[in-house]
């Protein structure tokens, strides 16, 4: 039985001092129900997908929270997978129509993160990683910095190749009127711009950021319905130590060659995919973890124009990615599933992908130790 | 109103800081943070002086630039977010210092970077409405900033202030005032906490930008006057980006705001910064010449003020105007700020 994505919606993205995570949630979800024809109360389960409701904002049983917030009375439940919960929310969507219990239910994934200081965020966030690291001062910043290190050394990658991946999803989300930033940006901007945590620069590196985004996932087959081929995940150590190499994610390697096994199809295949991109570091590696480029090519295929918009072979990060459309960590996973869904249904306009018929989605956790992959058809 | 400014004074400490003294030690380059504030340089404090000092000093150029005796003075207001004491004011001890005697109306006002305008306003519709005929407003502080904050880069010290009177002794005449309040939370300082938090961004756009320019317009409308009728447009300085983005996007140019513009040269001494900036204009205004004012104070609201200068404008002053206050100073470590601050 497969499953079929009926609608997909994000909010805006960026600093929305003035709505609250009820308000977002309920903007996506009305227009998910209104994209599918269908009024809400038809879902019968909600995957919420969220990691800080409860360190930032002091609201855990979101489930509740925003099952109420929409008038129903249907299960609904918070999934907690650090950066990677909107992917995981949708992973157990998916699970949960596959076991036949459900026909249609609501996946949305939300954060609220501009409304608190930079260093509470940053400390929220390092909840995602081990123990030791939190304990020693590390923050993801530098987890991510010692990832490039290892890259650069093993595979001679440069920062120049690096900030070409800033200065292609800036230019994708110039053409997304829902991201953060629809700035464009330059190399030499990427280059000059302060250091966050060597080599990372601030433009190397995903903002913080306010948003939602919604699905509607149901086990009605649809003509020429977008489907779900494959959802798949792994973990790894959540701690940097414990890995016995930094330049690859091995949870995406896992996922991602499961994902391929269960869709029934090769890397070359995929037209059009979301990779989290929460450091320019992690899509060069993402490129080379889901085979898409062979082990320490990928930044040179970057630099090459090789995943922008224009290319006919594979376009990545046509929503800005998370680097400008925005990273609301509990979003993410869900956006880039919309953000697949809208090119495979041919309505992205000025970012779309001509001919694109099969999407991936690679969403992280912390410092790799959660990957979530979907394969989506047309 | 039959309510105008009678003459002023300013204070400024005699100690500055640079930004680039302050952002080698937080590991930040100075031209990233002057590039991002527009700022270079503060004004600090020394060791024995505080908000009350600085009153002091502002208030007795005041008097004696308006030529009048401290006992003629029937009400004094003090604002400051840095009153030494949470509660014994500090209108009254300066009201003590100065001699002004004991019959007179003292308070002190809060309201972040606004109180000082606020006292001006307050003290001006008392002196129209015929319930005092001299009165003195006051804004002095010495800004708080923790180490490592941002607001280290601009928080600095000052003090104006200013003798109101009615119409015919006054050198600027106040035609209209206005206010815009709202709560938008962006700055805050809890009682028995030493230094104020922020929002960050959320400072700008919903806040700072907000209220001023929602003031502003609202004083174009009291006044029925528009920015080219203006010589000075002074308005409250957080750093220096933000006032110069008001005043384009209220329709002023650089030429009418470049006299206030106190930002440069001492950084935001919070409750003074709009109150330093007027009395900047004050020193170059003539007869007839209109100054815009528009303070700003997070929390969050806005007072503005039309002044008209009176024939009496353009006379030699008693006490040191803004820029003879430039000359005397010294430039120190962040050791010395930090001694002088009392951080350690």
């Known amino acids: 039985?497969?499953?079929?994505?009926?609608?997909?919606?994000?909010?805006?993205?960026?600093?929305?001092?003035?709505?609250?995570?009820?308000?977002?949630?309920?903007?996506?979800?009305?227009?998910?129900?209104?994209?599918?024809?269908?009024?809400?109360?038809?879902?019968?389960?909600?995957?919420?997908?969220?990691?800080?409701?409860?360190?930032?904002?002091g609201q855990d049983h979101l489930g509740a929270f925003f099952s109420e917030e929409l008038g129903l009375s249907v299960p609904a439940v918070k999934i907690e997978a650090a950066c990677a919960s909107g992917g995981m929310a949708a992973h157990l969507a998916y699970l949960a129509i596959k076991s036949g219990q459900y026909k249609n239910v609501l996946v949305v994934g939300v954060e609220k993160m501009t409304d608190h200081k930079p260093e509470a965020v940053a400390a929220a966030l390092m909840g995602a990683g081990s123990e030791g690291e939190r304990e020693a001062g590390a923050t993801f910043p530098a987890l991510y910095a010692l990832i490039a290190r290892a890259?650069?050394?093993?595979?001679?990658?440069?920062?120049?190749?690096?900030?070409?991946?800033?200065?292609?999803?800036?230019?994708?989300?110039?053409?997304?009127?829902?991201?953060?930033?629809?700035?464009?940006?330059?190399?030499?901007?990427?280059?000059?711009?302060?250091?966050?945590?060597?080599?990372?620069?601030?433009?190397?590196?995903?903002?913080?950021?306010?948003?939602?985004?919604?699905?509607?996932?149901?086990?009605?087959?649809?003509?020429?319905?977008?489907?779900?081929?494959?959802?798949?995940?792994?973990?790894?150590?959540?701690?940097?130590?414990?890995?016995?190499?930094?330049?690859?994610?091995?949870?995406?390697?896992?996922?991602?060659?499961?994902?391929y096994q269960e869709a029934g199809v090769k890397p070359e295949d995929i037209k059009v995919a979301e990779v989290h991109d929460c450091f320019s570091i992690a899509e060069i590696i993402a490129m080379e973890d889901l085979g898409f480029f062979p082990k320490g090519e990928a930044a040179s295929a970057i630099e090459k124009g090789k995943t922008q918009l224009g290319n006919n072979r594979l376009v990545v990060n046509t929503s800005g990615g998370l680097k400008a459309a925005g990273h609301p960590v509990g979003a993410t996973g869900v956006k880039q599933l919309v953000e697949v869904y809208q090119q495979l249904k041919g309505i992205s306009g000025k970012k779309q992908v001509p001919g694109a018929d099969l999407g991936l989605t690679h969403n992280i956790g912390g410092s790799g130790a959660t990957a979530v992959i979907h394969i989506l058809k047309k | 109103m039959d309510a105008g400014i009678l003459g002023y004074g300013l204070y400024l400490p005699y100690y500055r800081i640079k930004t680039a003294e302050i952002a080698p030690?937080?590991?930040?380059?100075?031209?990233?943070?002057?590039?991002?504030?527009?700022?270079?340089?503060?004004?600090?404090?020394?060791?024995?002086?505080?908000?009350?000092?600085?009153?002091?000093?502002?208030?007795?150029?005041?008097?004696?630039?308006?030529?009048?005796?401290?006992?003629?003075?029937?009400?004094?207001?003090?604002?400051?977010?840095?009153?030494?004491?949470?509660?014994?004011?500090?209108?009254?001890?300066?009201?003590?210092?100065?001699?002004?005697?004991?019959?007179?109306?003292?308070?002190?006002?809060?309201?972040?970077?606004?109180?000082?305008?606020?006292?001006?306003?307050?003290?001006?519709?008392?002196?129209?409405?015929?319930?005092?005929?001299?009165?003195?407003?006051?804004?002095?502080?010495?800004?708080?900033?923790?180490?490592?904050?941002?607001?280290?880069?601009?928080?600095?010290?000052?003090?104006?202030?200013?003798?109101?009177?009615?119409?015919?002794?006054?050198?600027?005449?106040?035609?209209?005032?206005?206010?815009?309040?709202?709560?938008?939370?962006?700055?805050?300082?809890?009682?028995?906490v030493r230094f104020p938090s922020h929002g960050g961004r959320f400072t700008g756009e919903p806040a700072y930008f907000s209220h001023v320019e929602n003031c502003g317009r609202q004083l174009f409308e009291k006044s029925k006057l528009t920015a080219r009728d203006f010589r000075f447009a002074v308005f409250h300085m957080p750093n220096g980006k933000f006032p110069k983005e008001a005043a384009k996007r209220l329709g002023f140019t650089e030429e009418?705001?470049?006299?206030?513009?106190?930002?440069?040269?001492?950084?935001?001494?919070?409750?003074?910064?709009?109150?330093?900036?007027?009395?900047?204009?004050?020193?170059?205004?003539?007869?007839?010449d209109l100054i815009f004012l528009v303070s700003y104070g997070s929390g969050a609201g806005s007072d503005g003020l039309v002044l008209r200068m009176t024939k009496n404008a353009g006379k030699k002053r008693n006490g040191a105007n803004y820029q003879e206050r430039q000359y005397r100073k010294k430039y120190i470590s962040y050791l010395d700020y930090l001694k002088f601050r009392g951080k350690i």
């Not at chain 2, 705001?257 to 900036?277: E, Q, W």
């Open chain 1, 151 to 259: 890259h650069m050394l093993k595979y001679g990658t440069t920062e120049a190749a690096m900030a070409e991946v800033s200065v292609k999803n800036h230019f994708h989300a110039s053409l997304n009127s829902h991201a953060q930033f629809t700035n464009r940006i330059t190399r030499q901007m990427v280059m000059e711009s302060p250091v966050v945590a060597s080599p990372l620069k601030i433009l190397d590196c995903s903002p913080i950021t306010d948003g939602a985004a919604a699905l509607i996932l149901s086990s009605k087959p649809l003509k020429k319905g977008i489907i779900i081929s494959a959802s798949q995940a792994a973990t790894d150590s959540l701690g940097l130590a414990q890995r016995l190499d930094l330049t690859t994610l091995k949870a995406a390697v896992s996922a991602s060659n499961k994902a």
């Open chain 2, 256 to 288: 009418q705001t470049a006299a206030s513009l106190i930002v440069k040269d001492i950084g935001n001494p919070y409750t003074a910064s709009s109150l330093i900036g007027l009395a900047a204009a004050l020193d170059q205004a003539q007869q007839n």
């Open chain 2, 25 to 192: 030690v937080w590991g930040k380059l100075a031209s990233d943070i002057e590039r991002s504030l527009g700022i270079s340089q503060k004004s600090v404090a020394a060791m024995d002086e505080d908000a009350v000092t600085m009153a002091y000093q502002a208030s007795l150029d005041a008097l004696l630039d308006a030529g009048i005796n401290p006992g003629k003075i029937e009400a004094l207001m003090v604002g400051s977010e840095s009153h030494p004491y949470a509660v014994n004011p500090t209108s009254t001890i300066l009201g003590e210092f100065l001699g002004i005697g004991h019959s007179y109306l003292a308070t002190d006002l809060e309201f972040a970077c606004k109180a000082g305008t606020t006292a001006l306003i307050s003290l001006a519709a008392m002196i129209s409405s015929g319930t005092f005929s001299t009165a003195m407003a006051v804004g002095s502080d010495c800004a708080q900033a923790k180490p490592h904050d941002i607001l280290e880069y601009t928080a600095a010290s000052g003090a104006a202030a200013f003798i109101l009177g009615t119409k015919h002794k006054a050198i600027a005449d106040i035609v209209a005032i206005t206010s815009y309040s709202s709560d938008t939370p962006d700055f805050w300082r809890r009682d028995g």
């Open chain 1, 1 to 57: 039985m497969p499953v079929t994505i009926l609608s997909g919606v994000t909010s805006k993205f960026g600093e929305l001092w003035d709505v609250s995570p009820r308000n977002l949630v309920k903007e996506v979800a009305l227009a998910a129900a209104d994209e599918a024809g269908f009024a809400l109360d038809k879902i019968e389960a909600v995957f919420v997908g969220n990691m800080l409701s409860s360190s930032l904002g």
